[in-house]
């Protein structure tokens, strides 16, 4: 059985909750926005990103650097991972404990059903596969790399890829000389040194290993005449071509039009990387890579190409209708934060508007059926007395009259409800009057 100071207890919250219900409504809906408001700024963008680029001195790396710089602009830090290329950058993104959630891939390096946990935000700019030979030796096409010490690029990257399978079509794969992992900036200089007699290169014209062997007299540049066969055999490639002189006008190299083939790099994400830091990535691509290139005219990249991977729903929107209005009115940080607060507050909104409504009128609506309810039990005993009632009759009604009276003094009801409490009590009186008249 409860207690007696249970029972006070129990009494007195009930008391406070009939007279404080405003307050204690108005209380709960803040701690629940609270509540809502610390769950949904746990969502927010995170401060840092991990970004894979590619070996030390390639165009890959000089991209990441631009990359960090722009988003650093806008308070998120991005650590550069060097890695061999293409192959390396996929291998960290799927890996969840390498903390790599970006990264710039070649096209043709993978497939969504050997990686359905990646998504593309598009294609970036044209990666020829540039192939550079000693110029001192009579390398026309692929064909004369016949016994040659030729550089395909390191393991784990794209470069390797794409020379193994270029090799492989002319039939060239076991008759070079010797195959070597290197580098670009490693290729470069033992080309140079004339150490190594050919390089595969798949970077952009902006690759420092790129513009330093092309503009060198000791150094040729192989033509690929059947451009677009490769195209037709692998759909992510592209043709492409090198004018003359492009490398040193004054030294006329390379002394005429070159052939090329050329792949797309793509800015690759993770599915779980948040989507305002997408929108931040496909925004600085446009500021980086809009302009007009070498092989591509002003508003060509980036593209929304899925060469390899299917593009994320924010970069699908992002090619459609450009940045969020958030997004492109505010600050990245307070833009994020305002639209989770609207996210939050909407919903809150859409429940507390009619909620706020409806409240007042529920509360009017049980005080007064607590009141009616007294009314009706009163009404009943009045027609009792109506229709004559004996003396032992007469005794049961005074004592349900009794206890009628009993229950409205424990009513307790709040101050605004006082009046109804008072006409109540004179309408007993008047019954208990008739009573004793009877």
Known sequence: MPSIHYIHARHAVRQFLRTN????????????????????????????????????????????????????????????????GSLENLALLRDLRSGVNVALVQGGSISA????????????????????????????????????????????????????????RNGLDQQVGELLALAPQVAADRLLAAEIDAAFILASWDAPAVRRLIADERVGLTNVPRADAYVAL????????????????????????????????????RKDLHSAIQYLLLNTAVRMHSGIGMFHRAGRFPAAEGIDLPLSDQA??????GLPFLQSNLPFWMASLVGRLLV????????????????????????????????????????????????????????RLDQLEKQANQLGMPVPYASMMYLLRNHIAVVRDRLKAH
């Open 316 to 321: 699908m929107q992002f090619y459609k209708s």
């Open 234 to 269: 692998y759909p992510f490639l592209s043709k492409v071509t090198v004018p003359a002189g492009v490398g040193d006008l004054g030294k006329h190299l390379p002394p005429s039009d070159v052939t090329l083939f050329a792949t797309t790099a793509s800015l690759v994400v």
């Open 344 to 399: 939050m507050l909407i919903p809150i909104v859409a429940v507390l508007y009619p909620m706020v409504r409806l409240l007042p009128e529920l509360y009017n609506w049980l005080m007064r059926s607590k009141i009616a309810r007294l009314y009706g039990e009163l009404r009943f005993l009045e027609d009792e007395i109506e229709a004559g009632a004996g003396v032992a009759n007469s005794t049961q009604l005074v004592a």
């Open 21 to 84: 219900w405003r307050g204690v409504t108005i209380g709960v809906t803040a701690l629940a926005i609270f509540c809502v408001a610390i769950l949904l700024l746990s969502t927010m963008p995170p401060r840092a990103v991990a970004m894979a680029t590619g070996p030390e001195g390639s165009g890959y790396e000089e991209i990441g650097r631009q990359y960090r710089s722009a988003l650093q602009g806008a308070g998120v830090q991005v650590r550069l991972v060097a890695t061999a």
């Open 113 to 168: 059903r050997e990686a359905p946990e990646l998504e593309s935000l598009g294609t970036l700019f044209y990666e020829p596969l540039w192939i550079f030979h000693r110029s001192d030796l009579p390398i026309l096409t692929t064909d004369d790399l016949r016994g040659l010490k030729v550089s395909i690029g390191p393991l784990g990257s794209g470069t390797r890829m794409l020379s193994l399978e270029v090799l492989k």
